[in-house]
């Protein structure tokens, strides 16, 4: 993954985020991506910064999990977080990203 443009990677991690319910700590986000801590803590801020439902637990000596408040997430649809935000983004905005998980996640909404 270290060759992906960011907004790849960071679509990536949300997905990540939103599949484990029981959160991940950043090192175990980073192995599993591909990626160093520092990039994955810079996202995880960033993610912050811009409101995303971010849920940082501290656990025994200090480690931190991290996972999708799943009480912000899950819309009363019933669809996926990436689903929501696909359709958030707009069918018209996604028409030129087909083949993208953008696109995908429009589809299977």
Known sequence: MKHESPLVRQW???RVLGD???GL???EIA???GVNDK???RDLETFRSVGF???ETVEEFGRKRWRLDPAKTEPGLGLAFDEAIA?????CF???LAGTVFWDAAQRA
């Open 39 to 41: 990039m994955i803590r």
């Open 12 to 14: 990536t991690l949300l």
């Open 53 to 55: 439902p971010l849920e």
């Open 25 to 27: 700590t950043v090192r």
């Open 94 to 96: 996604l028409d030129p």
């Open 87 to 91: 359709l958030y983004l707009g069918r």
């Open 31 to 33: 192995r599993e991506m």
């Open 20 to 22: 484990r319910h029981a």
